[in-house]
């Protein structure tokens, strides 16, 4: 079963902090790294997504990391406020013929303190 | 635009007994998709279809059924509920030709089996 390997689990960062969440994956077939966002009660929303052939991706105060050779990719949120505490996935997607395949994390719950 | 709709938001059923999630779409999106969501997992996917008439297994697929009858809706069913089979679902589309990521999810429906 191919994984998508995500961490930590939860995490507390005050306000203007910088969190940091890793994935690691271990096909290397994959043709993107999405980030995905989720409020309570609500379903993911698309955040940032990275092609493997990118070091690095910047949108607003988010940023995706990425490390093909060590098949990790991490995301940093700079300048954390309140409003971005909530849980996010990251996931691995590719697309097949007729079809398509994307394996998600197990999530990280960020708190960020006022 | 309404986006994509779930209904019911919350559902409990007794072991055995069957109902339909049902799952709307008014952006003209060829690509629907079902994923559960459970708590340490992430999002799983468990059937999709890329038109009316086409649909496809996903990673977890046994004891549901779907079909498309139409571009707007794809229904999941569950034929025999099971205690396993409590979790929150998602129900997502994409338009063909976008990225793989690029899939916008419902808000999610609630399911508990006792």
């Known amino acids: 079963q191919q994984q998508v390997k995500q961490s930590p689990q939860s995490l507390i960062v005050q306000k203007g902090g910088i969190p940091i969440i890793n994935c690691a994956y271990e096909?290397?077939?994959?043709?993107?790294f999405p980030w995905y966002q989720q409020f309570p009660g609500k379903g993911p929303a698309l955040l940032i997504a990275?092609?493997?052939?990118?070091s690095e991706k910047k949108e607003g105060r988010f940023t995706i990391s990425f490390n093909k050779s060590a098949k990790q990719f991490s995301l940093h949120i700079m300048d954390s406020q309140p409003g971005d505490s909530a849980t996010y996935f990251c996931?691995?997607?590719?697309?097949?013929?007729?079809?398509?395949?994307?394996?998600f994390g197990a999530g990280t719950r960020l708190f960020v303190k006022a | 635009n309404a986006g994509v709709t779930q209904t019911p938001k919350f559902q409990v059923l007794k072991t055995g007994q069957s109902m339909t999630l049902q799952c709307a779409q008014d952006?003209?999106?060829?690509?629907m998709s079902w994923y559960r969501q459970d708590p340490g997992m992430g999002l799983r996917l468990i059937h999709y279809?890329?038109?009316?008439?086409?649909?496809d297994q996903g990673e977890v697929p046994n004891g549901y059924n779907v079909s498309r009858s139409t571009t707007e809706d794809f229904p999941l069913r569950l034929l025999s509920a099971a205690p396993s089979q409590t979790s929150v679902y998602f129900c997502?589309?994409?338009?063909?030709?976008?990225?793989?990521?690029?899939?916008?999810f419902g808000p999610g429906t609630r399911l508990t089996v006792t």
């Open positions: 997502a589309s994409r338009r063909a030709g976008r990225r793989v990521y690029e899939q916008y």
């Open positions: 096909n290397t077939a994959f043709d993107y």
């Open positions: 990275i092609r493997p052939d990118v």
């Open positions: 996931a691995a997607s590719r697309e097949l013929p007729g079809g398509f395949k994307t394996i």
């Open positions: 952006m003209n999106h060829e690509y």
């Open positions: 279809s890329v038109g009316a008439g086409i649909t």
